[in-house]
């Protein structure tokens, strides 16, 4: 069996040792740490929930269906009233949105699918097994009693929960509560988040010598808007820790989450930790046994939560899905989602050095005899770029400890389609 070597190692790995790395589940621990749910909420309209999450219970004020409809476009009649006889009068048509009336005795009346049940009727013959002759109907066999019919109620009760608390609201729940009635939803507060680029080679105009276009800002705020918050983009920090201490003050006080990318390792421009303590602010961890993205720093400045993402841009994206992602569900009070606990086989022979976990882009080519997607690692492990990670179906995770992956070895993947989290 071959197995093919690592390449495309990281800068990192040769870094000094001697800051001990917190494990990803730690790390996770310690980014949760630094949040609070928020306490705030306000009341939508139900066309601009989707994506919030619910500030309370939200229960059905009114038994559905409301009243007794047929299910089906047919006749409705009494059951006893085709005793011995295989034809009734057609006494009227009622369709959906009209008044209920009354059933005459001995007779049908046309009804379509979602028209209230007439007064008196008990079932509803389908139209398929009806020949229609307009004043009068022929039966080709009995119908069964209640055939036919959605009885109040019998959807879902009063008092019944529509949508509990702490749920990110999705198509299918707006379209649960607008059927209910709703036109508007108590949510909580979207998480106020600050978002920053670090390096004086980042630009977002023309690029000059040495400068490259700043990918992590459209990044995090991509991925901060799909997860429901409301974000400032305060641009990119020069490399100086004064400048940047600076643009911390006063920060605290007005969002619930600073991020940051890049600046944060060991080189000697790496200032933001420096800047962090500075401008006030404790730095509550470093350094992560995560591949790519070691130097994540989670902290606090003031009220507000602070966490500093390497500046790779694959990095970044990790990173987010690992920490960031976590540390908005938990603002915004609903449960944060395990990363990549779907299980999946290997297609493919790797060997790696262990030590520290590591998150990589993967296609899915089909289904093992087990079932489970077969996934093909992409890229060669370069933190640096994007471009395997946009032609991927999902991330896949092997432990720490993991030195070699072989065909057919057991995978656990964060899909991108099937999830139902953003990516």
């Known amino acids: 069996m071959h197995i093919a070597p690592v390449t495309g ?49 939200i229960r059905a004020a009114k038994a559905m269906p409301f009243f007794d409809n047929s299910a089906m476009d047919g006749f409705a009649l009494r059951a006893a009233d085709l005793e011995g006889r295989c034809c009734l009068p057609v006494a009227g048509t009622v369709a959906a949105g009209d008044t209920p009336c009354a059933l005459p005795d001995g007779a049908a009346m046309r009804i379509y699918t979602g028209a209230p049940l007439p007064d008196g009727a008990d079932t509803v013959v389908m139209r398929e097994v009806c020949i229609d002759k307009s004043h009068k109907v022929h039966f080709s066999c009995p119908p069964k009693l209640g055939d036919n019919i959605r009885r109040a109620g019998s959807d879902q009760a009063k008092g019944e929960v529509l949508v509990g608390k702490g749920v990110r609201i999705a198509p299918r729940h707006i379209g649960l509560l607008a059927a209910n009635g709703l036109r508007q939803v108590a949510v909580v507060r979207r ?92 730095v509550n961890g470093w350094r992560v046994a995560i591949k790519p ?70 296609r899915q080519s089909g289904h093992d005899a087990a079932g489970l997607p077969i996934l093909h690692r992409l890229g060669a492990g370069v933190s640096a770029t994007l471009l395997p990670l946009a032609r991927a179906d999902g991330l896949a995770i092997v432990a720490a400890d993991t030195s070699a992956v072989a065909l057919g070895d057991g995978l656990h993947w964060h899909p991108f389609c099937t999830l139902g989290a953003p990516s």
């Not at 507000?304 to 603002?331: C, D, K, W």
Request: aromatic share 6%; with cysteine; glycine share 12%.
């Open 293 to 362: 993205g070691k130097p994540v720093m989670f902290g606090t400045l003031g009220d507000a939560a602070f966490t500093g993402l390497p500046g790779n841009p694959f990095a970044v994206y990790v990173g987010f899905h690992l920490f960031v992602s976590a540390q908005i569900a938990r603002m915004t009070g609903a449960a944060p989602q395990p990363f990549a606990a779907s299980p999946a086989s290997a297609g493919f022979d790797w060997l790696r050095k262990p030590g520290r976990a590591e998150v990589f882009p993967v």
């Open 191 to 282: 998480p106020r988040v600050a978002v920053f680029s670090t390096g004086e080679e980042v630009t977002t105009g023309p690029c000059g010598p040495g400068q490259i276009p700043d990918a992590n800002r459209p990044l995090l705020c991509a991925l901060l808007a799909q997860h429901g918050a409301e974000i400032s983009d305060l641009g990119i920090l020069p490399d100086d820790p004064v400048a940047s201490t600076a643009r911390f003050a006063g920060l605290g006080a007005r969002f619930d989450l600073i991020v940051t990318s890049g600046a944060v390792s060991m080189g000697g421009k790496d200032h933001i930790r420096e800047a962090l303590t500075m401008a006030g602010g404790r």
């Open 9 to 57: 190692g990281c800068s990192c790995d040769t870094l000094s040792g001697s800051v001990e790395m917190m494990s990803v589940a730690d790390a996770l621990h310690r980014a949760l740490a630094q949040v609070t749910p928020i306490t705030d909420n306000e009341t939508v309209p139900l066309t601009d929930a989707l994506g919030r999450v619910t500030a309370g219970t």
